[in-house]
């Protein structure tokens, strides 16, 4: 079993886009500790099931963060399942993790499901919208939302997902100091390595993303930053 | 600590209704495992700190189960917190939680919070309608709730809900199919000490609460059903 508290850097791949075999194969080698698969738009059972099968060449934990109930695929190491705090549509809480249960709940392997209590900051990114997510919280709302997933909810996971653009690095330190088991990952913008070095410094693991297709080599460059 | 793991009894006192001191003393010393005091109704702190002092008295565990922040009394043993899964607004699953949190987050004593993830399930309740919760979920739902409870949320407590009136046995049967370590509190109805008996078969703890206003010795009669 891989020890996600350990991980300080992940890559998240989007099964929505291209990457060539060349650049995934620079992706998979760069000392990152994980390839997370997910994506909010048009996310389907063949895209994912390529993609993970593309990642399998490599001997890196290979993890499908689920977002639809039509595309859960087999075979992954880890699935992480997001819940929504911020989200004003129970489906995003409970709702839909309800109905997978119902028609999976026999099937499914505990040990290799984590939770992550997901805080959604940028109004303008897909998720937030997708989800109805109130982003215009306060910080001591964000923190409080992290000491839920932590005290009330015992999850190994808190994710502050600020998707496309990039976070304040102070509430990424204020967030972090109310957390002791629950581990944050800190997941938007980082289009740089000394972004992403910024952020390592309050975020137990970094997710990098887009930048993979917008610029490859700071893409790479990210790992050293978090990890040095 | 008192381990509610092995409660299998409890009375739950509403702080709005009337009981004399007698009729108390006779509920607290009836060999139950626990009083927990808990409603819905003009709960304020007033009647929940006078009901504990009087509770105070006798040698029994003694829960506040928190139904409003603004009656939120200190010195009990444990503080139950409810989730109420298949409530139709966030603010019962986890905003209510935030803002507690947010407010007393530094200052609460996790070890001795419990979170009981509630399913709500006669319509006809004065909690279904506060929660706009959806009772007409079938026993598939229910059964996926109580996974979630357990798998999802590591949740203690998994608490099925027919407030004043009598479940189905079969469901509580099912559902406790489906739970290892949260354990199965049931409450509603409880007004024999046959019924009592028949929903300790499957239940780990049975909450009998309004019988004590309408009829004591009955109540008091559950004790040794549930036990015996």
New interface residues.
């Given amino acids: 079993m891989y020890d996600v508290k350990e991980w300080r850097h992940a890559f998240k791949l989007d099964p929505d886009k291209l990457i060539t075999d060349e650049d995934l194969e620079q992706v998979c080698e760069s000392g990152t500790d994980a390839i997370i698969i997910g994506g909010s738009d048009h996310i389907n059972e063949e895209d994912i099931l390529n993609l993970m099968a593309r990642v399998r060449r490599y001997l890196i934990p290979c993890v499908l963060e689920v977002s639809t109930l039509e595309a859960v695929v087999p075979g992954f190491d880890l699935y992480f ?1 997001p ?1 929504v ?1 911020n ?4 489906k995003w ?2 709702e839909l ?3 997978a ?2 028609e999976y ?1 026999e099937l ?1 392997d ?1 040990d290799e ?1 984590l ?1 992550e209590g997901y805080c959604i900051l940028n109004e303008d990114c897909k998720a937030a919208k997708l989800t109805d997510a109130d982003t215009s919280i306060e910080l ?2 964000v ?3 992290a ?2 997933a932590e ?5 190994p996971i808190f994710y502050l997902e600020y998707s496309g653009t990039y976070g304040d690095p102070q509430v990424v330190k204020e967030v972090k100091s ?1 957390l002791n088991s629950t581990k944050l990952f800190y997941g938007g913008g980082i289009t740089t390595p000394e972004k992403a070095a910024e952020m390592a410094k309050f975020a137990d693991t970094v997710i990098v993303g887009n930048v993979i297709y917008d610029d490859l080599k700071a893409a790479l460059k990210t790992v050293g930053a978090v990890k040095s």
């Fill in positions: 399942i819940t705090f989200s004003r549509d129970p809480i409970v993790h309800k109905n249960i119902k709940g499914m505990w499901t939770v001591e709302d923190k409080a939302y000491r839920m005290n009330m909810f015992h999850l109310v």
